[in-house]
């Protein structure tokens, strides 16, 4: 070896970075980096987004609250955790325990940080915080945002692997959040 570690040969040193558009839900910079292996220069774009929640929230009877929603990208309805962005001065428990209550209208005493992981890390430089709430209970209000058309679904916890499995659950961000509680939701059958 060269006398660097492992890490050192695979990092590149980023040479200059500039924001090239700023938009509601991220900023688009253009970075230059140089390569470790050949020295090169190449550009990549990277969006900077805040940091994402999302709720794995129960019932008392055991369903897993879900809401469908259209999604632009793909012109279509997609099922999907509550969820949405860490919002500035809250932390992300604060921020899913606000999700949960507007895109459901359900409240749940206990949040329970299952952990995080980046999204798309070729190119967000965010992270997607996933919390478990049980014992969730419709007692909150319902206050979408002006861009949000939600319908809330009850799916017994039993049913998320098959829901998975069929289709019925297609976002992969989601799938990835899912993954977190599939034990604790495979423990109640």
Not at 99 to 120: H, V
Not at 156 to 177: E, F
């Amino acid at each position: 070896m060269d006398g660097k570690n492992k890490t050192d040969r695979l990092t590149w040193d980023l040479v200059e970075t500039n924001e090239v558009g700023s938009y509601n839900l991220f900023s688009v910079n253009i970075n230059k980096s140089r390569s470790p292996r050949t020295g090169n220069v190449h550009e990549f774009q990277v969006l900077n987004s805040p940091d994402w929640v999302a709720v794995i929230a129960l019932t008392r009877s055991n369903e897993v609250i879900l809401v469908n929603q259209y999604r632009h990208g793909v012109s279509r309805l997609s099922l999907e955790l509550p969820g949405g962005l860490v919002k500035p001065m809250q932390t992300p428990e604060q921020s899913a325990r606000e999700e949960l209550e507007e895109e459901t209208g359900f409240l749940a005493p206990n949040f329970e940080s299952l952990g995080w992981m980046y999204p798309l890390p070729a190119i967000f430089t965010n992270k997607f915080h996933v919390f478990f709430a049980e014992n969730a209970e419709p007692k909150g209000t319902f206050n979408p945002d002006e861009t949000e058309e939600l319908e809330t679904v009850m799916v017994p916890a039993t049913q998320i692997r098959h829901y998975i499995k069929t289709g019925k659950i297609n976002c992969g961000v989601m799938i990835a959040a899912l993954a977190y509680g599939l034990d604790r939701l495979d423990a109640l059958r």
